[in-house]
């Protein structure tokens, strides 16, 4: 199971990564590898306002739809749109081509909710 | 065998997790879902050679005089007369016309029948047969002597000659026959729930295990779940019971008069005949998306805002790259009519169409 270092990690297991005030979002290697071949995601709208916690997107695998939240508060800057005919990125390179969108963080002191990498492998540590 | 949580395990169960299968309930049993992932197996099957563990499916054994016997009125179709050698797809219904169970009846010599049926109806199945199967027939239920895989693909052929020999290759679309492997008694169809070139093989419980390693053996073919087995029969617009047809709905309802014979007596006759002439009041309708968004089990169909119907089966296509269903509604809808499938926070624009929702080959 991948996990980087240097990301934050939420208990739905999204992850986001930080860059000055912009954080980039996406699910984890877990999320995807127990969803199975992701074939749709919905990805919220340029300029949408989100909340920490709050709906912002949705993916399907074959068997399944399931919510992706938000790790941090703040308003969409950009969006993967390359998800929406090649949504097997999300299998392929979750932390990386695989992003869902980015936001521009309205408060860094939320990161306070989220896991460090180390906490989060033991997350997953206690699900199995 | 039996799981903790009373949920059966086929003789391919170790082998299953070994493979890092992911498992599910599915009608009683413990089955895997998927190996390397659905559509890798999806795709596998309509361009190779899959194999999927079917040990779940019930069988039954029939053996009755086709002179006296009542066998023919339970059956949809006429497999009384039907040549030994064939199978023949059918439904059970109740009085009511309602379907009690759809199977394949194959003859195979002439006063035995065998009829593979789901694995969740085999106790009603059989109820069914012992209220109405007259004196003189004995009927034995094999489901647990008998394990089931199904080859599927289009070099499924050459896979099989090698195993079974060349005899095999004569075997034509929806014919039966004995075969032996390793000393033992098999029967083998060429029949399929994926729309490809295929086999279905009923081979002696202890075997199964041999048979399923020898298959794998051979670099074209690999496993494959009940997930890719969804998807496959899905773009096919083959009905899943329990799903899109049960003891609530009718063949005619389904679309699937093609597989009543109105030319003979069978129960629950009436009930269609007097349904034809008054028109069925809800339809199977097949549905397909304009994206990859996947309508699902349950899911309301609306023509503008009315609410016309239910999906029963739907998902993503991979062959289509879209999403794809279908459902019951109420109205005569006709390819091309455009509907919309909704729930509480969906709405996708679908377009009616015929099945199948996909095809390519020669069966």
Same mark, same amino acid.
């Given at each position: 199971m991948e996990i980087p270092e240097g990301l934050f990690y939420t208990k739905d297991h999204e992850w986001a990564r930080l860059e000055g005030k912009t954080a980039y979002v996406g699910i984890t290697d877990y999320a995807k590898t127990s969803l199975g071949d992701i074939t749709f995601v919905e990805l919220p709208k340029i300029g949408e306002a989100l909340k920490q916690s709050g709906f912002s997107a949705t993916v399907e695998s074959v068997k399944a739809a399931s919510d992706v939240y938000a790790p941090f508060s703040g308003k969409v800057t950009q969006v993967n749109q390359e998800l929406s005919s090649h949504p097997e990125l999300v299998n392929q390179s979750p932390y990386e081509k695989g992003y869902f969108f980015a936001i521009e963080i309205s408060d860094e002191a939320e990161k306070a909710a989220l896991m460090d990498a180390a906490a989060y492998r033991k997350y997953l540590e206690g699900l199995s | 065998m039996q799981t903790a949580s009373g949920l059966k395990k086929t003789p391919l169960y170790e082998s299953h997790l070994s493979l890092q299968a992911k498992m599910a309930p599915f009608g009683g049993w413990l089955m895997p879902i998927q190996y390397e992932g659905i559509l890798a197996e999806h795709a596998h099957t309509r361009q190779e050679v899959s194999v999927f563990d079917i040990c779940h499916m019930g069988e039954l054994i029939l053996e009755a005089d086709p002179a006296t016997s #009542?066998?023919?009125? =339970? =059956?949809? @179709?006429?497999?009384? #007369?039907?040549?030994? !050698?064939l199978c023949r797809y059918g439904f059970m219904l109740?009085? @009511? !016309? !309602? =379907?009690i169970d759809d199977l394949i009846v194959y003859r195979l010599y002439d006063k035995n029948w065998m009829l593979v049926v789901n694995a969740a109806t085999i106790a009603s199945d059989e109820g069914q047969l012992y209220r109405h199967l007259s004196g003189g027939c004995r009927l034995k239920n094999a489901s647990s002597a008998l394990g089931k895989l199904d080859v599927q693909g289009p070099r499924s052929r050459d896979v099989m000659v090698k195993i079974f020999g060349d005899s095999i290759a004569r075997l034509g679309y929806y014919n039966c026959g004995e075969f032996f492997l390793w000393g033992e008694r098999c029967i083998v169809s060429r029949t399929g729930y994926t729309g490809e070139l295929g086999y279905e093989v009923y081979i002696p419980l202890e075997k199964t295990q041999r048979l399923w390693d020898t298959l794998l053996k051979d670099r074209r073919v690999k496993p494959a779940g009940l997930g890719s087995r969804d998807t496959l029969r899905l773009e096919m617009g083959y009905p899943l019971y329990g799903q899109d047809i049960d003891a609530q709905h009718t063949p005619l309802a389904a679309g699937l008069e093609r597989f009543v014979d109105f030319s003979k007596d069978f129960i629950g006759k009436g009930a269609l005949i007097k349904e034809r002439e008054a028109g069925p009041k809800e339809r199977l309708v097949y549905l397909v998306s304009d994206s990859r968004r996947a309508p699902r089990h349950g899911f309301g169909i609306f023509d503008g805002d009315r609410r016309v119907g239910t999906v029963t089966s739907g998902s993503f296509s991979p062959s289509l790259s879209a999403g794809i269903a279908m459902g019951y509604v109420a109205g005569n809808y006709q390819a091309g009519n455009r509907l919309f499938i909704r729930d509480a926070a969906v709405e996708i624009p679908v377009r009616v169409t015929k099945k199948p929702f996909y095809s390519k080959t020669a069966l």
């Open positions: - | #009542s066998f023919d009125r =339970i =059956i949809t @179709q006429d497999v009384v #007369s039907m040549p030994v !050698g109740n009085e @009511q !016309g !309602g =379907i």
